[in-house]
T-cell receptor, first 116, second 113 residues
Framework: SAVISQKPSRDICQRGTSLTIQCQVDSQVTMMFWYRQQPGQSLTLIATANQGSEATYESGFVIDKFPISRPNLTFSTLTVSNMSPEDSSIYLC?????????????FGPGTRLTVL | QKEVEQDPGPLSVPEGAIVSLNCTYSNSAFQYFMWYRQYSRKGPELLMYTYSSGNKEDGRFTAQVDKSSKYISLFIRDSQPSDSATYLCAMRWVTGGGNKLTFGTGTQLKVEL
């Protein structure tokens, strides 16, 4: 499985500001995924990031709020823009891997964001 | 109705107990079923996956899928305090990295000495 790291691990931000989260993978991967995990709720996919093309956003998520960069096959960033307390959540980076012959997803440690 | 339903718990059991964790789903197109374990302040880690109906065993863990009832389970035998974590079920339609996973909300498990 891939080793995934994220920065920062946690942050406390003021309303109206923006935070950029970095995701680094130790091997080249085609697709990277960004998830949000809010208390008491399911992991929710925000977008899929492919290198060399624009990210594909899920319903309810827009590029202006969550711009994503994917400059190469091992790195991606997610920006949470114009933050409000409702954006307080854990943000997780994920990549696809193969386990026992089937595709699944592996996750980074997450970025715990608190917006005041 | 959510596509995947999972009791959030918390579930507290004594050490050595058999634990049963369950999810139900509504979309019959789901074919691949996974269980993730998430320790506090960590990302989810893949624990087990299954494709067809039936049982799959890995050490103290058994994953069970009943597609006719749209019901999946994870059994933990001889539970240990180190099993204390949140367990997330996840599922998707077909093979291929582009098919997104749909997760349950997770069940918080605490195994007490």
């Amino acid at each position: 499985s891939a080793v995934i790291s994220q920065k920062p691990s946690r942050d406390i931000c003021q309303r109206g500001t923006s935070l950029t989260i970095q995701c680094q993978v130790d091997s080249q991967v085609t697709m990277m995924f960004w998830y949000r995990q809010q208390p008491g709720q399911s992991l929710t996919l925000i977008a899929t990031a492919n290198q060399g093309s624009e990210a594909t956003y899920e319903s309810g998520f827009v590029i202006d709020k969550f711009p994503i960069s994917r400059p190469n096959l091992t790195f991606s960033t997610l920006t949470v823009s114009n933050m409000s307390p409702e954006d307080s959540s854990i943000y997780l980076c994920s990549v696809t891997g193969t386990s026992g012959g089937t595709d699944t997803q592996y996750f980074g440690p997450g970025t715990r964001l608190t917006v005041l | 109705q959510k596509e995947v339903e999972q009791d959030p718990g918390p579930l507290s059991v004594p050490e050595g107990a058999i634990v049963s964790l369950n999810c139900t789903y509504s979309n019959s197109a789901f074919q691949y079923f996974m269980w993730y374990r998430q320790y506090s302040r960590k990302g989810p880690e893949l624990l087990m996956y299954t494709y067809s109906s039936g049982n799959k065993e890995d050490g103290r863990f058994t994953a069970q899928v009943d597609k006719s009832s749209k019901y999946i389970s994870l059994f933990i035998r001889d539970s240990q305090p180190s099993d204390s974590a949140t367990y997330l079920c996840a599922m998707r339609w077909v093979t291929g990295g582009g098919n997104k996973l749909t997760f349950g909300t997770g069940t918080q498990l605490k195994v007490e000495l």
